[in-house]
């Protein structure tokens, strides 16, 4: 006869197969997003923006090189010189940006809210790459000090805000993000704190999206629940 909650002989055959039947659920839900949160450098005790921190200098620029695949190239440069905080993507690759000037030559990176759909179609927004030119290349600006002291762009200010990132690989177009922020104004530099892309080409991704628990997460989760009812259950026993 049945002793209230779980049987004697079936009870806790559901209990062992639980995880079984839960694996194609969990497979399904694996995540498809690599994300890298980035450590801060240890010789600032109690700075309270945790991440890279890119304060340069005319004299002493100081930049980032953000390689999101891990392949050994570069997507995506971030630099600081004192008068600018600037991304530059590399050929091919695009920043989402306010584009300004004559055939969209000029570009402000755009603060992005958390949740916010990268993908292809931007109603408002531009999708700015890299311009060459005989004087160099033109990348897109987060910050600016060089024409205003009061300095311009849409981070002055920020503490985290996410940018949106398209790079393509061999397996085609790839979305992502990176938060970032430039708190101390009147400084053309910033922070770089996370950043992560999405595995699948094509595929948008939200702003500040993380991978989903694994697989294996997922069936350890379902061990101790396993243990944690057997307890409940001798304890009930007594």
Known sequence: MQQGGLNKNGGWRWLLLA?????????????TIVHVQ???????PGDPYPGVRLMGHPAFPVSYAMDLNGDGQAEFVFSSN?????????????????????????????????????????PVLSWFERIDTAFGSIGAVIVGYREMASGIGFFQGLDSAYVGLRFDLASGTH????????????????????YAYETRPGVPILAGAVPEPSTWALLVGGGVLMVWFRRKRNERRG
């Open 38 to 44: 980035l450590p801060t450098i240890p010789d600032r």
């Open 175 to 194: 979305y992502g993000w990176a938060r970032i922020g430039s708190p101390f104004v009147g400084e053309g530099g910033g922070y770089i704190y996370e």
């Open 19 to 31: 995880p079984v039947l839960a694996l194609p659920l969990a497979t399904s839900g694996q995540g």
């Open 82 to 122: 004192g008068e600018d905080f600037a991304l530059m993507p590399s050929e091919h690759n695009a920043v989402l940006s306010s584009t300004f000037g004559p055939g969209g030559m000029n570009a402000w990176v755009y603060p992005l809210s958390v949740n916010y759909p990268i993908t292809s179609d931007q």
